[in-house]
């Protein structure tokens, strides 16, 4: 059996939003890893800290109010937060490359869709390339997604939805990146095209080798597409595992049982949804000890005043103080 090489490892990740205001604590020492070819999915309510985390991985956070207190990003054993700017530029669509989440206004409206996927790879065509060979890579990458060619010349108002994600998608995988992040990749489509591009994003992971990361608050999505789940609550990761841990495993936070409580049960056409109580607290004033206490069924005192225990199985981890009770029954 082949080893597994680690792709990305980020480690005690903190990052914050210093405005006048206030200061608000958006991502609290995360730790996760992906290794090559695998997909992670980053599971958790909006505010959860999903999207700041891609955005550090890239080093696209809010120049005037974006802050990473600490940690590591170790991207094939390089620290991406070390990286100069200029590096970074040559990092960002060559290594590390992110399908944004409105593709409505990921593209230009007064630009050719052709021409938009033609610019990343003229950006980093250290090969030396000709036109006439980046217009042909372009084809290739419409032909990939499933548009035909011929419909380079126009631009983003004559395409759907679900189409301009499809270039969206080519344009991020224009110079093959090893790492390609999805921020919500399927939010503001309908049903059928979230299906098409999820298939879409499964053919070209097999086809290229590429390594991926799905931010999304939809555990069907994650079903159907990773090989971890890391799932997220005002900025920590309360559970990771493998995709088995968290659909099949026995034990889970309390927070994901909330989760997997709010999709609909076709089966059981009679039993209402089970929504989670009470609200995302305030980043900007975080709980002490647990941060779902507030909102769990099984909160205690000892929950409002101590870091949650941590669980481990192989490669399952989950915060919560029900496994430290457990851990001392046994």
């Given at each position: 059996?082949?080893?597994?090489?680690?792709?990305?490892?980020?480690?005690?990740?903190?990052v914050i939003?210093?405005?006048?205001?206030?200061?608000?604590h958006a991502v609290n020492?995360?730790?996760?890893?992906?290794?090559?070819?695998e997909?992670?999915?980053l599971?958790?309510e909006?505010?959860?800290?999903k999207?700041?985390?891609?955005?550090?991985?890239l080093r696209?956070?809010?120049?005037?109010?974006?802050?990473i207190?600490?940690?590591q990003?170790?991207?094939?054993?390089?620290n991406?937060?070390?990286k100069s700017v200029?590096e970074?530029?040559?990092?960002?669509?060559a290594?590390?490359s992110?399908?944004?989440?409105?593709?409505?206004?990921?593209l230009?409206?007064a630009?050719?869709?052709?021409?938009?996927?033609?610019e990343?790879l003229?950006?980093?065509?250290?090969?030396?390339?000709s036109?006439?060979?980046?217009n042909a890579?372009v084809?290739?990458?419409?032909?990939l997604?499933?548009i035909?060619?011929e419909?380079?010349?126009?631009?983003p108002?004559q395409f759907s939805?679900?189409m301009k994600?499809?270039i969206?998608?080519?344009?991020?995988?224009a110079c093959?990146?090893?790492?390609?992040?999805?921020d919500e990749p399927?939010?503001a489509?309908?049903?059928t095209?979230?299906a098409?591009?999820?298939?879409?994003m499964?053919?070209l992971?097999?086809?290229?080798?590429t390594?991926?990361?799905?931010?999304t608050?939809?555990?069907?999505?994650?079903?159907e597409?990773?090989?971890?789940?890391?799932i997220?609550?005002a900025?920590?990761?309360?559970e990771?595992?493998t995709a088995?841990?968290?659909?099949n495993?026995?034990e889970?936070h309390?927070?994901?049982?909330?989760?997997f409580n709010?999709?609909p049960?076709?089966?059981e056409?009679?039993?209402?949804?089970?929504p989670?109580?009470?609200?995302?607290?305030?980043?900007?004033n975080?709980?002490k000890?647990c941060?779902?206490?507030p909102r769990?069924?099984h909160?205690t005192?000892?929950c409002?005043i101590?870091?949650?225990y941590?669980?481990?199985e192989?490669?399952?981890r989950?915060?919560?103080n029900?496994?430290?009770?457990e851990?001392?029954?046994?």
């Open positions: 059996m082949e080893e597994k090489k680690t792709l990305l490892e980020i480690k005690d990740l903190e939003y210093q405005t006048d205001e206030a200061t608000v020492r995360i730790n996760f890893s992906l290794n090559e070819k997909t992670i999915g599971v958790g909006t505010g959860a800290g999207t700041t985390t891609a955005l550090t991985v696209l956070l809010p120049e005037r109010t974006g802050r207190k600490g940690g990003v170790l991207f094939r054993g390089e991406l937060l070390d200029a970074m530029r040559r990092v960002r669509g290594e590390i992110i399908i944004f989440q409105d593709p409505m206004t990921a230009n409206p630009l050719t869709v052709g021409d938009q996927v033609l990343s003229e950006i980093h065509n250290t090969a030396g390339k036109r006439q060979e980046l890579r084809d290739e990458l419409f032909n997604v499933g035909p060619a419909r380079k010349t126009e631009y108002h939805g679900g994600q499809r969206v998608i080519a344009i991020a995988l093959a990146p090893q790492l390609l992040i999805a399927t939010t489509l309908d049903v095209i979230q098409q591009v999820l298939k879409l499964e053919n992971k097999e086809e290229l080798g390594s991926m990361i799905i931010i608050h939809d555990l069907g999505v994650v079903a597409t990773c090989d971890k789940v890391a997220m609550y900025g920590e990761i309360v990771t595992g088995e841990d968290i659909f495993g026995k889970h309390p927070y994901t049982v909330g989760l709010a999709i049960n076709l089966d056409k009679e039993e209402r949804l089970r989670i109580d009470g609200l995302m607290p305030d980043p900007a975080l709980p000890g941060k779902f206490g769990c069924p909160f005192e000892a409002g101590e870091m949650p941590i669980y481990k192989k490669e399952h989950i915060m919560c029900l496994f430290k009770k851990a001392a029954d046994e």
